[in-house]
T-cell receptor, first 112, second 115 residues
Framework: LAKTTQPISMDSYEGQEVNITCSHN???????ITWYQQFPSQGPRFIIQ???TKVTNEVASLFIPADRKSSTLSLPRVSLSDTAVYYCLVGDRDTGRRALTFGSGTRLQVQP | GAVVSQHPSRVICKSGTSVKIECRSL??????MFWYRQFPKQSLMLMAT?????????EQGVEKDKFLINHASLTLSTLTVTSAHPEDSSFYIC???????????FGSGTRLTVV
């Protein structure tokens, strides 16, 4: 599985856009990039997944450059409730029989 | 969407006793379930993978006789922490997969405190 590197922590204020970048230099051809969000004392929650270019859903956008060696999770206009740990995972889109491997994640703190 | 129910959400037990944690997939059949452990301010660490009707596969360093995993049906997996000790205090999270395209769903976690 490709190793990922992301900032340990980030601070932001309400209403700002937050961009969290993840490096995955050894990403394989079949690998997808997936981001999870985890609130304190809760299980992780799927946010977004992509393979290349840009993916957008109602929660976030995911930007993936052509070389796919990094990706950026963009959270538009964050609120206090977006304070959480965000994990970037890279792996092939298999049938779900292999466990997800979580890195250290990025702890986002949103201030009022 | 897919829902995984994990129970109890928190439990306090005495040292030396056993605790069972349940993980249920409510609206799908979970062919594979995963159990993670998470210590404060740390990431999730995989403990074991279980397929319905088969013995669980444990990660290196996880004692299979201490952390008993049963996946007897397609909707239920249990993790029993036997002879719990204070160092077993942690946040335990299950994840279930339906085997479909990237079908991972996580439970809400169980906070175990051993006193």
């Amino acid at each position: 599985l490709a190793k990922t590197t992301q900032p340990i922590s980030m601070d932001s204020y309400e209403g700002q856009e937050v961009n969290i970048t993840c490096s995955h230099n050894n990403i394989a051809t079949n690998d997808y990039i997936t981001w999870y969000q985890q609130f304190p004392s809760q299980g992780p929650r799927f946010i977004i997944q992509g393979y290349k270019t840009k993916v957008t859903n109602e929660v976030a956008s995911l930007f993936i450059p052509a070389d796919r060696k990094s990706s950026t999770l963009s959270l538009p206009r964050v609120s206090l409730s977006d304070t959480a740990v965000y994990y970037c995972l890279v792996g092939d889109r298999d049938t779900g029989r292999r466990a997800l491997t979580f890195g250290s994640g990025t702890r986002l703190q949103v201030q009022p | 969407g897919a829902v995984v129910s994990q129970h109890p959400s928190r439990v306090i037990c005495k040292s030396g006793t056993s605790v069972k944690i349940e993980c249920r997939s409510l609206d799908f059949q979970a062919t594979t379930m995963f159990w993670y452990r998470q210590f404060p301010k740390q990431s999730l660490m995989l403990m074991a993978t279980s397929n319905e009707g088969s013995k669980a596969t444990y990660e290196q360093g996880v004692e299979k006789d201490k952390f008993l995993i049963n996946h007897a049906s397609l909707t239920l997996s249990t993790l029993t922490v036997t002879s719990a000790h204070p160092e077993d205090s942690s946040f335990y999270i299950c994840s279930a997969s339906s085997g479909s395209d990237y079908g991972y769903t996580f439970g809400s976690g169980t906070r175990l405190t051993v006193v």
